[in-house]
């Protein structure tokens, strides 16, 4: 991150450092900090603002450049991926680091003048006349014609000592961002109920050496559980005290009961929440599950707001938010360019 108090770091140099610690080290990062512009009293009416600025934002951002567009992206730094080590399974940047991808991303989109960075939380928007207003936590307001939410989610950690620290290193949550790297190997599962029979029967196919920790009394149908047995594939039902780790690399649950099992990686499926619930109080329809509602074009139930990425998904990967990203920024800006294209229908004809 660029230090509140260092804001002289150029963006290059910053990113350059970026990529270079990133790739050397492998360690966790934060996302991308903007560099503040200086743009307290900016009374701009931007055609489009688009909230969150990692991969879904930046490549809404990207289509809406090139379309010669005025662009502010906000953005406070915290994507979902931030602690994974390694990112994989998009093509061209498989097993690059999240920053490496982002740092990328971001020179690229930087290079379009008509992009303009704000590094900040969005906290409330509002309908105005020109279209809509965006308040952040500094008090600081801007105004734009479109809106888009590449906002994300937040995984829900569960109170377990150790959980957070393996999270996206060793706990992991999808087989196909990680499931390679960790395939053979001794793994558990944590999770219970039918949602344990569904993540048992899909990770089978990536190691046969499964044991299913339910954190409590199981709740798998008998039916399941029979399977499960079929499978070699134990049940253990006592309550987990903690992971005991070395950096996020999981080797040993211990038990409440004092007992404890080794295993080298663990799929723990988690619930979510929304990273910004600014959507959801400008009117944005939700799905039942959580995600915001959208049309193919990226639109939400609110005309003028579109919304991309992590946030309106289930396919949770780096390139399903991009594919998004760019689909929102294509639809946002070809309905600005049509609304903005003056004609009237000559009654000669
Ligand atoms: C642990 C883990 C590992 C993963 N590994 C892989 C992998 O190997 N391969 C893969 O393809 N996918 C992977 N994924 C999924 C991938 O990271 C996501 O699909 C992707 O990051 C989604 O991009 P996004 O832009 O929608 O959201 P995010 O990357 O989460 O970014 C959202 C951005 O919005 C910002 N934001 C949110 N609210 C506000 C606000 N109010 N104001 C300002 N800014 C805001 C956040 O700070 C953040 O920068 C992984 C996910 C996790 C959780």
Avoid at 156 to 173: K, L, R
Wanted: contains cysteine; proline residues 4%.
């Amino acid at each position: 991150m660029i230090p509140e108090d260092n804001p002289g770091l150029s963006r290059r140099k910053f990113i350059a450092k970026v990529s270079l610690v990133s790739t050397a080290l492998a360690v966790p990062f934060q996302g991308l900090s903007f560099i503040k512009p200086p743009i307290m009293k900016d009374k701009t009416l931007y055609d489009a603002i688009i909230v969150g600025g990692s991969y879904s934002g930046l490549a809404a951002a990207m289509a809406l450049g090139r379309a010669l567009k005025q662009v502010l992206i906000i953005d406070n730094g915290k994507p979902c991926n931030a602690q994974t080590p390694y990112s994989h399974n998009f093509l061209t940047q498989d097993g690059n680091t999240p920053a490496g991808i982002a740092a990328l991303a971001f020179t690229q989109v930087e290079s379009y003048e008509n992009v303009k960075f704000y590094n900040g939380l969005a906290t409330t928007g509002r309908k105005t006349d020109d279209g809509f207003e965006i308040r952040l936590a500094t008090g600081e307001a801007f105004r734009a014609g479109k809106l888009i939410f590449a906002t994300g989610i937040r995984d829900i950690m569960p109170a377990i000592e150790g959980f957070a620290e393996c999270w996206g290193i060793s706990v992991i949550h999808c087989p196909y961002c990680h499931g390679y790297e960790v395939r053979g190997l001794r793994t558990g599962i944590l999770a219970n109920g039918e949602q344990a029979f569904d993540v048992v029967r899909l990770i089978s196919n990536w190691t046969k050496d499964l044991t299913v920790f339910t954190n409590g009394k199981t709740s798998l149908s008998d039916e399941h559980s029979l399977a499960l047995e079929e499978h070699q594939i134990t049940i253990i039902e006592k309550e987990i005290q903690k992971l005991e780790h070395i950096n996020g690399h999981i080797n040993t649950i211990f038990f409440k009961d004092g007992t404890k099992s080794t295993l080298s990686a663990l799929y723990a499926p988690r619930p979510f929440e929304p990273h910004s619930m600014i959507p959801e109080t400008l009117g944005c329809e939700l799905t039942e599950e959580g995600y915001i509602k959208t049309n193919a074009l990226q639109e939400t139930s609110v005309p003028g707001i579109y919304a991309c990425g992590d946030n309106s998904t289930r396919m949770r990967t780096v390139a399903n938010a991009v594919a998004m990203g760019t689909a929102a920024g294509m639809s946002a800006s070809k309905k600005i360019i049509l609304d903005q294209f003056q004609y009237t229908v000559s009654t000669k004809y």
